[in-house]
């Protein structure tokens, strides 16, 4: 057992000493193609029915694929219905061209020509498999067979185009099924044959189609692959080179985007990367990893969940919490110093007017694929400080002075623990409010309380309100201060009542919006005789109102601290 990794047979290198690929970029978008309907759909444990195929062709045009897979009509009466009912109720816009798969053998094609009648765009894709050990152990034929199957497949597919009747726009495309495991000279032979077979000419190119059937290499050796069969094809010019990457070792999307340095110009794949075993290449990975390079992909994101809707619909297929771009949890942030960076970055992007994405630990903007930033951060008892004070600032409005964060975050940890789970935004806005807003009043302002102004610029305060304690009326007193501002006189009427163990240490306030009208949000700092700092919070439409409820509220918790 120990030893058992000894049967694999390592995967053989391409002698391509002078290859070209790494020092490319990629600067433009493939032709996309999806094969959503017929690799995806074949991967089903319940294949799509008719109506489910239908929407997801739709959502797939409204995304803005050009080229559609729609499935192997010759294969089964359910696949030719589909294909006959796109094509008679003019579910296909006019720019689309539907592909239709076929094995490279004479009844299938005869058969997938009656499918497509009618229809104004159409790829006639054929295949037979061409590696190594498909030879040796499923046709047991040498390579000169499997040429002949191609190329009788391809003279068979020219003749039938060439007496066909009607106005169908018909391309043609080829796969070397299996082709990366397959010996590269003859990868080429097979292909050029069938470009000649098919009559392709640069007006009229072939399209080859170099599927990584079962990924089995790493990715630098299928961009190898490709690079050494484009510059061996001859005729060139009458190809249109595409990949088909599966994922069996997990890097289809790297294998993809390697293969397009090395001179693919089409791509097919599945939306989040359905298809057979481990699936297809992931379209959507791909083409958002181009987005956030600053190339277009020319596929539209911007609804993702929309579309994630659909497919998990469609296909009953769950995606993954952490798949890029569309995962659940990926646009959220559990390490508090990725929280506080985050934070930071948003923060940064604000003041600067930067015209770029510059936040740390995001390397999208979730509203650029239709998230939303609400739920960018969850809290839990790991969360950094700022991470708490994050989320009052962004989905609440509440800008918390930094001194006040410890405070707060300490309360959100004990809430955590209690629950022992994390907690969620409207939980910390809770916390926000039983703590700061709705805290008991054993002091309380009642009415109005009467401020005048004296100096200049206002900065002689002349305060005098009602206090109460406890509740009871029958406690109502006045009170009466002079200072340097509303604080200030509010703590000098608390002294003539005999509160005077408390020490102002520093407030800061600001508008906050609720609704239709603005208010002010006081944040004061108070010592406490122990020499420990406590916050306490006031909103009120009158500033001064406001900073005097947030020193009676410090003052409050300081008290039920008790
Ligand atoms: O993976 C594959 O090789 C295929 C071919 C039929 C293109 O799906
Ligand atoms: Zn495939």
Redesign the pocket.
Known sequence: MKESFKKYIPFKQIDLPDRQWPSKVITKAPTWCS?DLR?GNQALIDPMNLQEKLEFFKALCDMGFKEIEIGFPSASETEYEICRELIEGNHIPDDVSIQV?VQAREHLIRKTFEAIKGAKNVIV?F?NSTSTLQRKVVFKKDMTGIIDIAVQGAALIKELTDSYEGDTNIRFEY?P???SGTEMDNAVEICKEVMDAIGATKENPLIL?L???VEMCTANTYADQVEYFIRHLPNRDAAIISI?P?NDRGCGVAASELALLAGAERV?GTLFGNG?RTG?LDIVTMGLNMFTQGVDPQLDFSNLPKYKGIYERCTNMKIHERTPYIGELVFTAFSGSHQDAINKGMEYMKQSGTDYWEIPYLPIDPADVGRQYEPIIRINSQSGKGGAAFVMAHNYGYNLPKAMHPEFSGLVQEDCDKKGRELVSHELLKIFEDNYINFPRKYEIVGHPTVIEEGSDGNKIKLTAILRTDGDSKTDIQISGEGNGPIDAFFHGLKGFGIDKYQFVDYSQHAISTGSDSKAVSYIQLKKPDGNNIFGVGISSNIYRSSIFGVLNAINRAEGQK
């Open positions: 094969v690799d798969l894709h295949y796969s099924e299996s082709f189609n599927p990584n059937t088909h599966h097919e057979e297809n």
